[in-house]
């Protein structure tokens, strides 16, 4: 258990429809990423958030929008839904302070649009 | 643009095999590599590289970064059905602390 808590395990809903999917990372991490994975593209970076901050941006579209709450939980929003968007979706956070990023990643959301 | 590839994309090896798993990358300003291990779900943490030729190593699995070739690599001894999964290599580079990660290697042992 990598401590990052991702809920729900499991999302079932139609094209055009809007999803929030929770992370809340490991006790005192700061930083929290997000990412996507399909079985064509691979883990992809959406973006990263840190200590309430947006940080940086990947690959995210204008219809996926986060953010990072003061109790360090975090929170990826999925508007307007369409078939390309099931995919795996993953959180990770990493040790604040460190010189070093290691990212420890949840168990992931599977997102199904129908 | 930043890319990892690793190779190669699948392997099926018998137990007691030995295998070595190869990623290269090309990254702005790179930082660290590091190693997964995704059999469900998420991805579990195995190694961070950031020096050239100093070899990590837990238990049966180690690895070496080349930073002069740009690749690592992932060796794993007397393998295991338990090490069936797909490994994935990450490089940290200029996009502020954003993991790019190559498509994986699925290795499958079989008894």
């Known amino acids: 258990d990598s401590g990052v808590t991702q809920t729900p395990k499991h999302l079932i809903t139609a094209t055009g429809q809007r999803v929030t999917l929770r992370c809340s990372p490991r006790s005192g991490d700061l930083s929290v990423y997000w990412y996507q994975q399909s079985l064509d593209q691979g883990l992809q970076f959406l973006i990263h958030?840190?200590?309430?901050?947006?940080?940086a941006k990947g690959n995210i579209l204008e219809r996926f929008s986060a953010q990072q709450f003061p109790d360090l939980h975090s929170e990826l929003n999925l508007s307007s839904l369409e078939l390309g968007d099931s995919a795996l979706y993953f959180c990770a956070s990493s040790p604040t302070g460190s010189p070093v990023n290691i990212q420890y990643f949840g168990a992931g959301t599977r997102l199904s649009v129908l | 643009e930043d890319k990892v590839v690793q190779s190669p994309l699948s392997l099926v090896v018998h137990e007691g095999d030995t295998v070595t798993l190869n990623c290269s990358y090309e990254?702005?300003?790179?930082?660290?590599l590091l190693w997964y291990k995704q059999e469900k779900k998420a991805p579990t943490f195995l190694f961070m590289l950031?020096?050239?030729?100093i070899e990590k190593k837990s238990g049966r699995l180690s690895s070496i970064l080349d930073k002069k070739e740009l690749f690592s690599i992932l060796n794993i001894t007397a393998t295991q059905t338990g090490d069936s999964a797909v490994y994935l290599c990450?490089?940290?580079?200029?996009?502020?602390?954003?993991?790019?990660f190559g498509k994986g290697t699925s290795l499958l042992v079989t008894p």
């Open positions: 990254v702005t300003n790179f930082r660290s």
């Open positions: 958030y840190y200590n309430g901050e947006e940080r």
């Open positions: 990450a490089v940290e580079g200029n996009s502020g602390y954003a993991l790019n």
């Open positions: 950031t020096s050239s030729g």
